[in-house]
């Protein structure tokens, strides 16, 4: 079979799906790559080094949606909303796709990849086990998000991260506070600790406040208690608007009192909760920052625009997406590792080989034969469950 990786064509974006290190991989899983054309040249990854480990070159974009049995993607149609239809036409009925395709956003976008009878398998939908760990693509991108956010942050800050003696005096540490600790919210706080801040931490998972204690950093404990504050997948669930009442109340000392807040709080599937309000924001101090990384899910800060730096009442709000592909060289490197561990599953004897008896699999498959497949995303929009035998049959 051959695995074909076209150029990334949102615009801005940098990454490429698979690195010249995973070929021989791949190969010797039987599978064969054919990469576009500069590809990877954003990356850092020129042709040269993937002809060098034993991939195929193709000039044409077209030529490597015919050639490929498995096309491989980051941003497939779905994620790419700008210019993600263009590849539509160049699908071959039965062909796999495996990517970012947002099969919570746009239930007439999921069709759409459905009516051109490929077999996709959404990363987005990889289930949290330990078995699946090794093919975590949110996980990746989520740690490069909650690095570059810090970063970022530190070099917006008109004031120095860390506590320093100087000829000057004393120069005292800056306070970040990181709301939300997933994957991204655990890496800000390594990386804003690494960097010298003080540094504290809110989640409404009380799972959480070890895993932040561990890093070094305060954990902030509210009155208040989330119902069923994490799905099976270990998401944060959405709750009422009277819980976030609550949780702003109380999040505002916090907020007004730090000079850094990194929001990363999202919900699967929904609008991401509004908490920093106008208010929080106009009793923070003149040249804090708020990075939002949950600008595109509507953002977590009352005041954020999607994709922009915008100046509120003195404080730098910073919207912008796609944070992954601002390190294009690791982000790629982590993507393709988790991409070829999912294909080596997947392949046995050099055949794609579906089993809907696999967890992996089963809950990751998008669209097959037509249809939309996943029962997940069927139920999230309200379409009405496929019969068992046709479902069977779509996935069989």
Same mark, same amino acid.
């Given at each position: 079979?051959?695995?074909?990786?076209?150029?990334?064509?949102?615009?801005?974006? $940098?990454? @490429?799906?698979?690195?010249?290190?995973?070929?021989?991989?791949?190969?010797?899983?039987?599978?064969?790559?054919?990469?576009?054309a500069g590809a990877g040249i954003d990356a850092g990854y020129p042709d040269?080094?993937?002809?060098?480990?034993?991939?195929?070159?193709? +000039?044409?974009?077209?030529? %490597?949606?015919?050639?490929?049995?498995?096309?491989?993607?980051?941003?497939?149609?779905?994620?790419?909303?700008?210019?993600? +239809?263009?590849?539509?036409?160049?699908?071959?009925?039965?062909?796999?796709?495996?990517?970012?395709?947002?099969?919570?956003?746009?239930?007439?976008?999921?069709?759409?990849?459905?009516?051109?009878? @490929?077999?996709?398998?959404?990363?987005?939908?990889?289930?949290?086990?330990?078995?699946?760990?090794?093919?975590?693509?949110?996980?990746?991108?989520?740690?490069?998000?909650?690095?570059?956010?810090?970063?970022?942050?530190?070099?917006?800050?008109?004031?120095?991260?860390?506590?320093?003696?100087?000829?000057?005096?004393?120069?005292?540490?800056? $306070? %970040?506070?990181?709301?939300?600790?997933?994957?991204?919210?655990?890496?800000?706080?390594?990386?804003?600790?690494?960097?010298?801040?003080?540094?504290?931490?809110?989640?409404?998972?009380?799972? +959480?406040?070890?895993?932040?204690?561990?890093?070094?950093?305060?954990? @902030?404990?509210?009155?208040?208690?989330?119902?069923?504050?994490?799905?099976?997948?270990?998401?944060?669930?959405?709750?009422?608007?009277?819980?976030?009442?609550?949780? $702003?109340?109380?999040?505002?000392? %916090?907020?007004?009192?730090?000079?850094?807040?990194?929001?990363?709080?999202?919900?699967?599937?929904?609008?991401?909760?509004?908490?920093?309000?106008?208010?929080?924001?106009?009793?923070?101090?003149?040249?804090?920052?708020?990075?939002?990384?949950?600008?595109?899910?509507?953002?977590?800060?009352?005041?954020?625009?999607?994709?922009? @730096?915008?100046?509120?009442?003195?404080?730098?709000?910073?919207?912008?997406?796609?944070?992954?592909?601002?390190?294009?060289?690791?982000?790629?490197?982590?993507?393709?590792?988790?991409?070829?561990?999912?294909?080596?599953?997947?392949?046995?004897?050099?055949?794609?080989?579906?089993?809907?008896?696999?967890?992996?699999?089963?809950?990751?498959?998008?669209?097959?034969?037509?249809?939309?497949?996943?029962?997940? %995303?069927?139920?999230?929009?309200?379409?009405?469950?496929?019969?068992?035998?046709?479902?069977?049959?779509?996935?069989?």
């Open positions: 079979m051959i695995v074909g990786v076209p150029r990334e064509s949102f615009p801005g974006e $940098r990454r @490429v799906a698979l690195v010249p290190a995973v070929v021989p991989v791949l190969a010797k899983a039987g599978l064969e790559v054919v990469v576009q040269a080094d993937y002809v060098a480990k034993g991939a195929k070159i193709i +000039a044409d974009r077209a030529e %490597v949606f015919r050639a490929a049995d498995i096309i491989v993607q980051i941003l497939c149609y779905g994620s790419n909303d700008q210019t993600g +239809a263009a590849d539509l036409p160049l699908f071959k009925r039965d062909q796999i796709l495996i990517g970012f395709l947002r099969p919570l956003g746009s239930v007439e976008t999921v069709q759409g990849i459905a009516s051109v009878g @490929v077999t996709s398998f959404s990363v987005e939908l990889m289930p949290r086990t330990t078995r699946a760990q090794s093919m975590d693509v949110l996980s990746s991108m989520g740690t490069i998000a909650g690095y570059k956010a810090v970063v970022i942050a530190a070099d917006k800050l008109p004031r120095l991260f860390p506590m320093l003696t100087t000829a000057a005096g004393t120069i005292t540490p800056a $306070r %970040v506070f990181i709301i939300g600790a997933g994957v991204a919210g655990l890496q800000a706080i390594a990386t804003a600790r690494r960097l010298g801040a003080i540094t504290s931490s809110y989640d409404m998972r009380p799972a +959480a406040k070890e895993q932040v204690q561990s890093l070094g950093a305060r954990f @902030v404990e509210l009155p208040i208690e989330a119902k069923d504050a994490q799905d099976s997948g270990g998401y944060a669930k959405a709750q009422d608007e009277s819980f976030y009442l609550r949780q $702003r109340q109380l999040l505002k000392e %916090v907020v007004t009192q730090s000079d850094v807040v990194i929001t990363t709080a999202v919900i699967p599937g929904k609008t991401s909760p509004i908490l920093v309000t106008k208010e929080m924001v106009e009793g923070m101090a003149p040249g804090s920052v708020i990075v939002d990384l949950a600008s595109e899910r509507g953002g977590n800060c009352e005041l954020t625009k999607l994709g922009e @730096v915008v100046v509120e009442h003195g404080v730098t709000i910073i919207g912008w997406i796609n944070l992954a592909s601002t390190v294009p060289y690791h982000a790629s490197m982590m993507y393709a590792k988790n991409i070829t561990a999912f294909l080596v599953h997947m392949i046995k004897d050099g055949k794609f080989q579906y089993s809907a008896e696999d967890q992996i699999m089963r809950e990751t498959i998008l669209t097959r034969g037509g249809e939309i497949v996943n029962p997940r %995303v069927r139920e999230f929009f309200k379409l009405p469950a496929l019969a068992g035998a046709a479902q069977e049959a779509k996935q069989g």
